[in-house]
């Protein structure tokens, strides 16, 4: 069963910390980012091997295999997006409807297996992708089309969030 849809405009996590995760933006830079994703994949792929991986706590919450497989998701988006910032001016993407990919590619019936191995693969070219940034291109911007707009340097710290945000959500 879907998950009603969560609309909140989570950008505001760049002007200040997450009270749910602890996250501070302001301490994450694309050179950091590398560190950061590297140390959190075992910690996703311990979650991933848990018994209940699968089981939703309730009703209205994504399974931890659920949040693994978004997490597998962001880290593709999010490389994707630095790579067109990089390549082009003023980039432009399209907003993701992050909830329609979680029925479209049925991450609840995945295999949580697979999905480890997955996220592994696409956190590691997301850190190769973010330790390849200059600093002179952290101020390079890109806009989503739902008009938020960033730097590479805000998309890496309100990516890196989603990433921490979700080990936290599955108490991983």
């Known amino acids: 069963?879907?998950?009603v849809p969560d609309a909140k405009d989570w950008t505001w996590v760049l002007s200040r910390p997450c009270p749910e995760?602890?996250?501070?933006?302001?301490?994450?830079?694309?050179?950091?980012?590398?560190?950061?994703?590297?140390?959190?994949?075992?910690?996703?792929?311990?979650?991933?091997?848990?018994?209940?991986?699968?089981?939703r706590p309730d009703d209205d919450t994504w399974s931890a295999l659920e949040y693994a497989c978004h997490v597998r998701d962001v880290f593709a988006l999010f490389d994707q997006r630095l790579n067109?910032?990089?390549?082009?001016?003023?980039?432009?993407?399209?907003?993701?409807?992050?909830?329609?990919?979680?029925v479209e590619k049925d991450y609840a019936n995945a295999e949580p297996s697979e999905v480890a191995r997955e996220?592994?693969?696409?956190?590691?070219?997301?850190?190769?992708a973010f330790a390849g940034v200059r600093e002179e291109d952290w101020g390079?911007?890109?806009?989503?089309?739902?008009?938020?707009?960033?730097?590479?340097?805000?998309?890496?710290?309100?990516?890196?969030?989603?990433?921490?945000?979700?080990?936290?959500?599955?108490?991983?």
């Open 84 to 102: 067109l910032m990089l390549a082009e001016d003023g980039a432009r993407f399209e907003d993701w409807d992050q909830d329609r990919t979680a």
């Open 1 to 3: 069963m879907p998950i």
């Open 119 to 128: 996220l592994a693969a696409e956190g590691h070219q997301a850190a190769e």
């Open 21 to 55: 995760c602890s996250f501070n933006a302001s301490t994450a830079t694309p050179s950091t980012v590398p560190g950061s994703i590297e140390s959190m994949i075992p910690r996703w792929r311990a979650v991933l091997r848990r018994p209940d991986a699968a089981q």
């Open 140 to 172: 390079r911007r890109g806009l989503r089309s739902n008009g938020s707009e960033f730097t590479v340097l805000t998309l890496s710290q309100y990516f890196l969030h989603d990433v921490v945000h979700h080990l936290h959500d599955v108490d991983g």
